[in-house]
Nanobody, 115 residues
């Protein structure tokens, strides 16, 4: 069993910043990929960023240069630093961990960018 708990969402003005955290617990293997997805109103869920256990990262084009994904392997925690936020970043953000062919999801945290 794997559990993921996200935190750090909220309401922020355009141009502002937020830092999301996701702590994984349970049977966590050293070789995994941790991801952040988001689902905006009326939109499909999309991959925002991912980081492997070796630190290799990927970002979707729309967040490059604004978001930074990082992780603390000792704490099984992944972070998403979001800067220069835009209204179109408004979404529920979900944390995911992929290991041994299985995906595990958190419950999601709401991020709202509005003036």
């Amino acid at each position: 069993q794997v559990q993921l708990v996200e935190s750090g969402g909220g309401l922020v003005q355009p141009g502002g910043s937020l830092r999301l955290s996701c702590a994984a617990s349970g049977n966590i293997f050293s070789d995994n990929v941790m991801r952040w997805y988001r689902q905006g109103p009326g939109k499909q869920r999309e991959l925002v960023a991912q980081i492997t256990s070796r630190g290799i990262t990927y970002y979707t084009e729309s967040v490059k240069g604004r978001f930074t994904i990082s992780r603390n392997n000792a704490k099984n925690t992944v972070y998403l630093q979001m800067n220069s936020l835009k209204p179109e970043d408004t979404a529920v953000y979900y944390c995911d961990i992929w290991q041994l062919g299985y995906d595990y999801w958190g419950q999601g945290t709401q991020v709202t960018v509005s003036s």
